[in-house]
């Protein structure tokens, strides 16, 4: 069954470096998606993607935060100067259309900020 | 932010009995609802979902009911199994946003 991956499980970083964190959607997927869930708190939207654009983005998602869709396969969300607060797990999410509501997720990145 | 509300953060059941997981919203926009199951470092796993415009969705052991006049719906498994132990998110969708709201989570834990 096609799944949503992503890389790295887990990314230790220092306060002020650039991270990004990569996912594959499922092949024939068209939006794209990235969640955090910051420990014992709620699984957060971040940012939708469409048609290489954003569609909707968060106030969390702020100038730190971009995202690419560099091939026909990846997704990737990078944040320029990592904050100790960006310390979370990063999901990952994709689906197929418009009228198609369920979206599938990745297993997610632990991003630890040191 | 408290649009999607799951109250309960614990639920403890015997295995063999009938699992019930609640979930309210504030959103009237809202017209799509999901659960999702997560075990421990891994990604939320898509159970079932309900539209609007039903009140009721079932597959297998799972149904989810909904009542839009309340602003409430729940998720029944029956019967619960061990491997059902995995704290469960319910998730709230409006067709004019293509955000998932989730609410807080609730940790199930299925006893023998």
């Known amino acids: 069954e096609p799944e949503v991956t992503q890389t790295p499980s887990h990314q230790v970083t220092q306060m002020g470096q650039e991270v990004i964190l990569r996912c594959v959607p499922i092949?024939?997927?068209?939006?794209f998606y990235w969640y955090r869930q910051i420990l014992g708190q709620k699984v957060e939207f971040l940012v939708s993607f469409y048609n290489n654009e954003i569609s909707e983005k968060s106030e969390i998602f702020d100038d730190q935060f971009s995202v690419e869709r560099p091939d026909g396969s990846n997704f990737t969300l990078k944040i320029r100067s990592t904050k100790l607060e960006d310390s979370a797990m990063y999901f990952c999410?994709?689906?197929?259309?418009?009228?198609?509501?369920?979206?599938?997720f990745g297993p997610g990145t632990r991003l630890t900020v040191l | 932010d408290q649009q999607v509300k799951q109250n309960s953060p614990s639920l403890s059941v015997q295995e063999g009995r009938i699992s019930i997981l609640n979930c309210d919203y504030t959103?009237?926009?809202?017209?799509?609802f999901l659960w999702y199951k997560k075990y421990p470092a891994e990604g939320p796993t898509f159970l079932i979902s309900i539209s609007s415009i039903k009140d009721k969705n079932e597959d297998g052991r799972f149904t989810v009911f909904l009542n839009k006049s309340a602003k409430h719906l729940s998720l029944h498994i029956v019967p619960s199994q061990p491997g059902d132990s995995a704290v469960y998110f319910c998730?709230?969708?409006?067709?004019?946003?293509?955000?998932?709201?989730f609410g807080q989570g609730t940790r199930l834990t299925i006893n023998p």
């Open positions: 999410a994709s689906k197929t259309d418009r009228m198609y509501n369920e979206q599938f």
């Open positions: 092949s024939n997927h068209l939006y």
């Open positions: 959103n009237s926009m809202f017209d799509y």
């Open positions: 998730a709230a969708f409006s067709q004019g946003a293509q955000k998932l709201v």
